[in-house]
Structures are given as structure tokens and as C-alpha cells.
């Protein structure tokens, strides 16, 4: 391994080191972590956006795509999620505050429910978000 191999490696070590720390500490345990060994040159199929990685994993347990996502500050990470079909969540120095750690927690922990009624004369869908700070709003297509 080269010494830039091996300043990379740390500095990942510690960064996982971090996140599964503070992820850990909310109560958030992981079943598996997978990490791709390979360079793009290698053209894998299990380097992002591409899912053989995971492929052995989704295979064999059941987690639930609507309550899943990829968090990421990669556009691959963003594919990632939609060739998995979960919601992709970017964090972003700098970006809005939806991007930040503290709104990656946000959409992470609302509790939200939705529930659509249609009869022959409404079309009724209501979504609840509990704890959640956006303001209340209503949409009835009635001016």
C-alpha cells in the first residue's frame, strides 16, 4: 500500500469511525457495511452506482425500500438510491439546510403518515408529519 493508500484509508477510518459512533449513539445499528475494494479502472459491478455489492445482502434480508435511503454527497450516491429504489438524501457543506447533517436527522426521525380516499365525488390524500417544524398546509383545488 502506498503512503497515499494508506493516508486515505485513515482518514476513511475515521470518518466511518465517526458516523457509525453518532449513529450509534441515536440507537442505529447496522446489519452489514459494505465497501467496495475496487477503482474505477476496474469496472466492478459492485463500485456505486452500480448495486452488486449489495446484490448478496437485499437478497437475504427484508428491509423496506419506503423506509430505506442512501445518504450521500456524491451525484453516484444519488444514483445509487434511485437503482435501489429508496430515497437518496444529500448532505452538502454549504447547501440548504435540508443538506445538513441536522436535516438528514430531521427526515430521518419525523414520524410521517399518509392515507388517499377517492370516492366518486372527493379525491382526499392527507400526510401528517408529528414533531415536524414546516407550517401546516391545506390544498383543496376550491378558490
Request: hydrophobic residues 40%.
Amino acid at each position: 500500500m502506498t503512503a497515499s493508500a494508506q493516508h486515505l484509508s485513515a482518514g476513511f477510518e475515521r470518518c466511518q469511525a465517526f458516523i457509525l459512533g453518532a449513529l450509534a449513539s441515536q440507537g442505529v445499528r447496522f446489519d452489514a457495511i459494505c465497501i467496495c475494494p475496487h477503482t474505477p479502472a476496474d469496472a466492478c459491478d459492485c463500485r456505486k452506482p452500480k448495486t452488486g455489492l449489495l446484490r448478496g445482502y437485499l437478497a437475504h434480508s427484508d428491509y423496506l425500500r419506503e423506509h430505506s435511503a442512501v445518504i450521500g454527497d456524491r451525484d453516484t450516491d444519488m444514483q445509487l438510491a434511485a437503482n435501489l429504489g429508496v430515497r437518496g438524501l444529500f448532505l452538502r457543506a454549504g447547501g440548504t439546510p435540508a443538506e445538513s447533517w441536522a436535516g438528514i436527522a430531521r427526515e430521518l426521525t419525523v414520524r410521517r403518515a399518509s392515507v388517499t380516499r377517492k370516492t366518486q365525488e372527493t379525491d382526499i390524500h392527507v400526510t401528517v408529519a408529528l414533531g415536524s417544524e414546516e407550517p401546516a398546509t391545506v390544498s383543496t383545488g376550491i378558490g
